[in-house]
C-alpha cells in the first residue's frame, strides 16, 4: 500500500455551518480538495497494483466499479473534513489562513500539489527517492531544512502510525469479507512484523516527496514555513490533518479489503 497510506467516509461535521467557517478557510487556503482529487489518483493506481498482487490479473470491470466507489472524492472530503473540525476545536484558524492566503503560503501549497500530482507517476517517484539516496546522511543544507520540518511535524513517527492503522483495517477488512481466517492479534502480529520495512518506506518516500515539493523555494520561506509548523496553530492543524487522512485511508483500505474479499468469492463461485 505504498502509494495510498503514506504518503476517506460518510459523515458531515456536526458542527454549525458558522462555527465552521474559519475552518473551511483553512482547507480552502490549503486547497485540500485538490490534494483529494490526487489521492484519488493515487488510489486508482494502487487499486490496479493491488489487484495484481491479489488476482494475479488487471481488475476487471467490477473491480474498477468497486475502486471508483471507494475513491470518491466527495465522500473522502466529508471525512478528511468532519474529522479535521472535531480535531481542529478551538484552535485559532486567521494565522493559518493568512499564511497560506499569502505569496509564500500559496508557493508553498503549489509546490506540494504538484509534487504529489507528478510522483502519481512511478518514474517520477523513483528519481525522486533516488535523488534523496543520493545525499541522505549527508551535511546538504536543503536536506537539513527538510530533516528540521520533519522533526517540527513529527511525520515520520505519524505517518508510520497511519500506514500501520491503514494495513490493520485492510486485514480487518479481508477477514470480515471471509477472505481469510486470522484472529485481531494475528493481525496485529502480521502488522507489526511490517513496521521496519514501514518505517523504511515511508521515511524514503516522506523526503523524496519533499526535497522535490520544496527544491525550489527559498531557505527564507521554508524557515517561515517550519515556524509556522512549530507554533501551538501549526501543530493544532497538523494533527487535525492527520486525524482527517487517517480516519479517510482507514475506511478506504477497510473497504478494500472487503472488496478484495467480495472479488475472491466471485471467482471461487
Known amino acids: 500500500m505504498r502509494k495510498s497510506l503514506i504518503a476517506s467516509l460518510v459523515m458531515f461535521s456536526l458542527a454549525s455551518p458558522l462555527a465552521a467557517a474559519p475552518v473551511d478557510d483553512v482547507l480552502e487556503a490549503m486547497r485540500i480538495d485538490e490534494m483529494i482529487d490526487i489521492m484519488r489518483s493515487e488510489g486508482l493506481t494502487y487499486g490496479e497494483e493491488l489487484a495484481m498482487d491479489m488476482f494475479g490479473r488487471p481488475g476487471n470491470a467490477k473491480w474498477q466499479a468497486m475502486l471508483a466507489q471507494i475513491y470518491d472524492t466527495e465522500k473522502m472530503g466529508e471525512v478528511v473534513r468532519s474529522a479535521f473540525v472535531r480535531s481542529f476545536g478551538d484552535a485559532e484558524a486567521a494565522p493559518l489562513v493568512e499564511f497560506f492566503e499569502s505569496d509564500r503560503g500559496v508557493k508553498i501549497v503549489n509546490l506540494e500539489l504538484d509534487a504529489r500530482r507528478a510522483m502519481v507517476d512511478d518514474d517520477v517517484e523513483d528519481a525522486a527517492r533516488a535523488s534523496f539516496q543520493e545525499i541522505d ?30 494495513s490493520f483495517q485492510f486485514y480487518r477488512g479481508l477477514v470480515e469479507g471471509g477472505a481469510f481466517d486470522m484472529s485481531e492479534q494475528d493481525i496485529l502480529t502480521d502488522v507489526w512484523s511490517q513496521e521496519s520495512e514501514t518505517r523504511q518506506d515511508t521515511r524514503e518516500w516522506l ?10 523555494l527559498e531557505d527564507g520561506t521554508l524557515d517561515a514555513y517550519i515556524e509556522m509548523s512549530a507554533s501551538p496553530e501549526g501543530k493544532a492543524l497538523n494533527q487535525a490533518l492527520f486525524d482527517g487522512f487517517n480516519k479517510m485511508y482507514d475506511e478506504i483500505s477497510f473497504a478494500l479489503g472487503l472488496a478484495v474479499a467480495e472479488q475472491m468469492r466471485g471467482e471461487d463461485l
Open 207 to 216: 523526503f523524496a516527496f519533499l526535497l522535490l515539493a520544496y527544491g525550489p
Open 137 to 166: 546522511g549527508s551535511d546538504d543544507e536543503r536536506l537539513s531544512q527538510v530533516q528540521a520540518f520533519v522533526e517540527a511535524n513529527d511525520l515520520i513517527e505519524a505517518n508510520v502510525a497511519g500506514a500501520m492503522n491503514a
